[in-house]
């Protein structure tokens, strides 16, 4: 169960990014005071989410999967728990978490479609290898599975005739800079009842 959070007593939320981080950067400009970013980690030392992260003087650790998946996550859930991290909200980690993370923490991600369609890599490309007129974003509680887990909040997008890969990409981005920083603000205010994680 995730705490109603105050100005006082901030919701404390880790993020994982593994590129470009720009839902990070969202994230960082759109939080309300009821949230409090304490740590930032990747999988990829080379992860432009770090730098931003640094810039703002929010701790960053990078675990690497390496051979043994469940030793990185386990090594990643102690640095989360240490830092007493209330909510991991994963904004382009590109990496499926194992039982070690998601059993023991809430955990949300946001994802470039309208789940369940198109999960996995590169959504945008995926809706328009299938000639669909619209797709969209999705913000879900995370399980072991890929881009699996309740669903928390949907938008739609609109695939519109000329799009390219990038063009449909940069549309859907600008509606998850947007959801994701409303969901996690939703959270810290317990304004999205408990039921919705453990629906199926
Ligand atoms: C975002 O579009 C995010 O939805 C997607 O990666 C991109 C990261 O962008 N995540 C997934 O596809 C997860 N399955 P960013 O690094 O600029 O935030």
Known sequence: MIRAATADDPLRIA?????????????????????????????????IALSRAREEEIETAVFPRGDDWGERDREL??????????????????????????????VINVHPSLLPAFPGLHAWE???????????????????GLDTGPVIAQEPVPVREGDTPAS?????????????????????????????????
């Open 168 to 200: 449909l990409h940069e549309r859907i981005q600008a509606v998850e800079h947007r959801l994701l920083p409303d969901v996690v603000r939703r959270l810290a205010s317990n304004d999205i009842p408990d039921s919705t994680r453990s629906a199926a």
């Open 77 to 106: 859930c102690a640095w989360l728990l240490e830092r007493d991290v209330e909510l991991v909200v994963l904004a382009g980690f590109m990496e499926i978490l194992t039982a070690e993370v998601v059993d023991r923490l809430p």
């Open 15 to 47: 993020v994982l990014a593994s590129g470009r981080g720009s839902n990070l950067a969202a994230l960082m400009e759109r939080l309300d005071p009821t949230v409090v970013i304490v740590g930032v980690a990747s999988n990829r030392a080379d992860a």
């Open 126 to 144: 995926q809706a328009l290898d299938a000639g669909v007129e619209e797709t969209g974003v999705t913000v879900h509680f995370v399980d072991t």
